[in-house]
């Protein structure tokens, strides 16, 4: 709100919660910090609720606090409302600096051709918000093709990039974001090409670096398409494959997927909408 007032200057201040915060030592503590961040003396303190008075009185007797906006005309929501209501139904009066944070990140997986792609579009559209798309194949396209060019050094550029671009995207999305395949995915191609999991790439999915909230795996039920960045497999092959990347994401590394057909669009949608109950 105030970056680009050159004449504000915004310093953040911890205060502890307690249930008997007018007698908490710890909160009295709190004060006498915040007085000394601002040079031993407070002039004045906003704030919306009358009820704040005798604390302002007790914590800070020689500053005036000053109430604006106290019958909620102006701004129709209280603190209290919004932790009592839950953010998810109030997020619309949520700054975006805040709101960030409570974004719900949702990631599509499975093997290839199952439509991944083509859900994550349609689930951006359903709730107003955007994604990220998969980074491999955006890395591959600008090189123009793919399973016969792949190197090593490659998977870790895909890992960091596809890393970069949910942390990036994520922070203006409308309350959940929707990510086309994750890192686990790019684990796998290195296990299928080079017989082996990378390293760096296994440190970051331990990390979590990708803080996924919601992991759907979708069945094969759609047939496999060849779009020039695809090998051409057996349909045993494929199945084969679908089954040692389930294994990756539910046993090598513990993750909590929920399998999915591609076109139980309520299913899913149902399952997203859990995430924002209270």
Not at 79 to 97: H, K, W
């Amino acid at each position: 709100t105030f970056v680009h007032k050159p004449n504000i200057r915004v310093l953040r201040h911890y205060e502890k919660r307690s249930e008997d915060y007018m007698n908490d030592p710890e909160v009295l503590k709190s004060n006498e910090l915040l007085r000394e961040k601002l040079g031993g003396k407070i002039d004045f303190f906003f704030s919306s609720e009358v009820e704040y008075g005798p604390y302002f009185e007790k914590m800070q007797p020689n500053s005036k606090h000053i109430i604006l906006d106290a019958d909620r005309g102006e701004i129709p929501i209280s603190a209290t409302e919004i932790r009592e209501n839950g953010v998810y139904s109030m997020s619309q009066y949520l700054p975006d600096v805040v709101s960030k944070h409570y974004v719900k990140r949702v990631c599509i997986v499975g093997s290839e051709s199952t439509g991944k792609s083509t859900l994550v579009r349609k689930l951006a559209e359903i709730y107003e918000t955007n994604f990220a798309e998969e980074y491999g194949r955006i890395f591959y396209e600008e090189l123009g093709g793919c399973h016969d060019i792949v190197l090593k050094e490659d998977l870790k550029k895909i890992a960091i990039g596809h890393n970069h671009q949910v942390n990036l995207l994520s922070q203006i999305a409308n309350k959940v974001f929707f990510v086309d395949t994750d890192i686990i995915y790019t684990q796998f191609f290195s296990w299928e090409k080079f017989q082996e999991y990378d390293y760096l790439i296994d440190l970051m999915i331990k990390e979590n670096t990708e803080k996924i909230d919601l992991y759907i795996y979708l069945n094969q039920t759609i047939p496999h398409e060849l779009d020039g960045m695809r090998e051409c497999k057996t349909k045993q092959q494929n199945k084969l494959d679908d089954l040692k990347l389930y294994e990756m994401y539910t046993v090598d590394y513990g993750k909590q997927v929920v399998k999915m057909n591609p076109n139980d669009l309520d299913g899913i949608t149902a399952l997203i909408d859990k995430l924002f109950e209270n």
